[in-house]
């Protein structure tokens, strides 16, 4: 792997961290309202599934989504913008935090149903495969949406027409506060797809170039035309469900086992040789960020000056995404009307 995709894809994890501690602070300050689902914790997959994307693939995600739209493109005050609720968000202000859209860059929706998402990607890889386009869909959902009938319907109708879509299942263990073993009777979420005859695997969703890999993989079998293939990515959110959980129903032990493994921490850590102080630690937080580090120094790659200016880099950024979500108008009646009635003028809002 080349180093400028190394270091992009540790960029992408920075900001995914920084980010959404950003959006945290945003809503206690009320610049947010509704849900807020964040991310820290699950950074490793977003970033592995997506850099080993193509531009024209098409994305479909869920309502925990911030990280999926940043990391495929979408300006990171256009995100912002969206979860303040203002007009120039990527939704238009309309969508909120669970509703990112970019047609641009085919992401095609965060939704906040459970299960919403399986059929709109069969939608679309079926059209997909009706142009014989190389092209594939990659449709995300969490463990607790792998008990919804469209699953099922949606797995039978894409492996019996080998659509090309990769369903990718953040398995994080819980479905808000109830854990994997509480509401599903097959746990290990893969072997699911087994019985659609979907080719499926388990991955460590805290190490991002694992990730990144069994994507490249299962893109690959896609594009060659064998159709539908799946992966569960085992990974975990250090934060509750949403804003308004505090997630105390997880036992601290847990949630610091998982924190010791923070992919984004991990990949520092293993990159750099005089990595980390004690104080470096705790300002980055433990996690993910180690495993693509630890790459990154064998190849002799990384320094602490370069994540440095990095990170002032991202904090930048971020201060600029808030700035601009601050300073966009709120969306009018007009707005509304022109969502409402889209299609029938000449006028497309997005
Ligand atoms: C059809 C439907 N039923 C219930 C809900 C309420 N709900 C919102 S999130 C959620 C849990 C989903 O958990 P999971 O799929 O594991 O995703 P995670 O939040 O862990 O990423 C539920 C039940 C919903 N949004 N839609």
Redesign the pocket.
């Known amino acids: 792997m080349k180093r400028d995709t190394l270091l992009s894809m540790l960029h992408d994890m920075l900001l995914a961290r920084a980010f959404e501690e950003r959006a945290a602070q945003e809503y206690t300050r009320g610049n947010i309202a509704g849900f807020l ?1 964040l991310y820290p914790g699950e950074e490793a997959v977003a970033v592995g599934v997506l850099h080993g994307a193509e531009p024209n693939d098409y994305i479909v995600s ?3 989504e911030h990280v999926h739209a940043l990391v495929r493109g979408v300006p990171a005050e256009k995100v912002m913008a969206e979860l303040f609720g203002k007009r120039d968000g990527c939704s238009g202000g309309m969508g909120g935090s669970m509703h990112l859209f970019d047609q641009e860059r085919r992401f095609m929706g965060g939704y ?4 919403e998402t399986y059929p709109i990607a069969i939608g679309i890889g079926y059209s997909i495969a009706m142009q014989e386009l190389p092209e594939a869909v990659i449709c995300f ?5 792998v008990n ?1 009938g469209t699953f099922h319907e949606s797995l039978n109708m894409a492996a019996l027409w080998k659509l090309p879509v990769l369903f990718v299942c ?1 398995n ?1 263990r ?3 506060g109830t854990e994997i073993h509480r509401h599903s009777a097959m746990t290990e979420v893969y072997k699911r797809a087994c019985g659609y005859r979907i080719p499926s695997e388990k991955v460590n969703g805290m190490d991002v170039l694992a990730v990144h890999q069994a994507t490249r993989s299962a893109l690959q079998r896609i594009r060659e035309g064998t159709g539908p293939q799946f992966l569960e990515v085992e990974t975990y ?1 250090f934060r509750g ?1 949403s804003m308004s959980d505090p997630g105390s129903y997880r036992p601290n032990v847990e949630v610091q086992a998982f924190k010791d493994e923070d992919p984004v921490t991990v990949v520092l850590e293993e990159s750099i040789p005089d990595f980390p102080t004690e104080s470096q630690l705790e300002a980055l937080g433990r996690d993910n960020i180690v495993h693509l580090t630890g790459h990154m120094r064998q190849q002799g790659y990384l320094e602490m000056e370069d994540v440095t200016r990095m990170k002032g880099e991202i904090s930048k950024l971020v201060d600029k995404a808030v700035d601009f979500a601050l300073n966009s108008p709120e969306p009018d009646m007009h707005d509304a009307w022109r969502a409402l009635y889209c299609n029938r003028g000449q006028e497309v809002l997005i």
């Open positions: 689902h869920t309502y925990r906040g149903i459970v299960g959902f969490g463990d607790g949406a919804q953040e994080n819980y479905q808000i959110r469900h």
